[in-house]
């Protein structure tokens, strides 16, 4: 098993498509746990992927490509995941968006279906949304938490609007934030009045299962 994640694992890595998703079907089929695919096979994958963009060691087009596999690969392993038992009920609702002007949402993609791997109802509302839009749905979903990614140092004031538009809004009691993303910190965190700061997505997970108790 541990051989085909790693096949896995590389065939993110080097974009191969068909390879992935071949290996997907078998680690699948061979009985391997939905949840260590995920975690140990695609998330490990992208988050080394995105190691090596923050270091130069990769370029754009190979990550967008790369979380496209990603995404596909995630649709075979979703519906055995809620099968298992090692998905909890959905209990607890947690909405994603990446702020209006930021078009990135690997991160994102990652935090949404980790989070589901231990029973969040995860509404992802997608890239470059109005805060607006954030409010709406955190009126309309009532989430326990919003998480929200900026992969920009120029749309990260996003993320301060949004809080402080949950804040005028009357929903921050029974709201919390989260915030994530390249260039942000604790220090910005804690600047805007957020609930907490993940710099990855198994971090972001930990945080939400944190707050939520």
Not at 153 to 164: D, E, I
Request: charged letters at 25%; glycine letters at 8%.
């Amino acid at each position: 098993m541990d051989e085909l994640l790693a096949d896995l694992r590389q065939a993110i890595l080097t974009q191969d498509e068909n390879g992935a998703l071949e290996v997907t079907r078998s680690l699948l089929e061979s009985g391997e746990s939905p949840r260590a695919i995920l975690e140990s096979g695609l998330a490990e994958a992208m988050l080394e992927l995105g190691r090596r963009w923050k270091c130069g060691e990769a370029f754009l087009p190979e990550v967008v490509v790369a979380a496209d596999i990603f995404a596909r690969c995630s649709e075979l392993v979703e519906p055995a995941l809620l099968e298992s038992q090692e998905a909890r009920a959905p209990s607890f609702r947690l909405v994603l968006a990446t702020v209006q002007g930021d078009l990135h949402d690997l991160g994102k993609n990652i935090v949404g279906a980790m989070a589901k791997t231990v029973g969040f109802d995860v509404h992802d509302l997608g890239k470059n949304v109005p805060v607006d839009q954030i409010v709406d749905a955190a009126r309309e979903l009532k989430p326990c938490i919003v998480g929200l990614s900026a992969l920009l140092t120029t749309t990260m004031p996003q993320q301060k609007n949004a809080v402080a538009a949950l804040e005028d809004a009357g929903l921050r009691p029974e709201v919390k934030v989260i915030v994530g993303g390249a260039p942000v910190t604790q220090e910005w965190a804690d600047e805007i009045g957020a609930d907490g700061y993940a710099p990855d997505a198994a971090s972001a997970t930990e945080l939400a299962l944190f707050l939520i108790d």
